[in-house]
């Protein structure tokens, strides 16, 4: 009774860390961007009911200028469906498999690296979980054409990745790979000032 009782527990304690680790995914919107939605939908309004003279134009221009969207790099609480196949994009000396592992040197670049790595691997799970299905189906896994209709079809989308980094499906073994492209990582580190690790 104590084994089952204690299984039990176990797998009800998976099962709200994953809740969690979800609905933390889908967050909360920003105040900042919440108030700059509004703020943009009453300059609509306004728009639409007296057209405006070129001053005032140029004022709000100016006043977007100095207030750049703060979130306009960030990747958090952002999708994308774009998956490349996995295999052409392996041709590609500068791509290369990550390996999901947690990397940083201080706590906020860890941070970071966790987020991505999680983020991804969370996203990913029901995409996995169709090509597992299919290949239980068909005696194999979904081609990447198949495989990018089964997104289309059920609008799926996931984490977005940092700009040197992609998704990548590789049909012989029904992964969903996380790739790197070294070279941009190099160009942007590069431009931003930061050392390679």
Known sequence: MKNKTRTLFDVSSLLVAAMMIMLAGTGCKDPKEIAREQGETIQEQAQQKMPQEPAAENAAAD???DHP???KKSIIHKTTAVVVDAKKALENPDIEIVDGKIKGVDPFTQAGS??????SRVSTLGMQQAI???KVLNDRFPTYDEYMQMMKENRIEFA???PYKMYGY?????NIL???????KAELYKKAGIPLD
């Open 69 to 71: 969207d703060d979130n």
């Open 114 to 119: 966790a987020y991505v790595s999680m983020a």
């Open 178 to 184: 996380v790739l790197q492209d070294n070279r941009k």
């Open 170 to 174: 590789n049909a012989e073994s029904g």
């Open 63 to 65: 006043a977007q200028a």
């Open 160 to 162: 977005q990745l940092p």
């Open 132 to 134: 597992q299905h299919h």
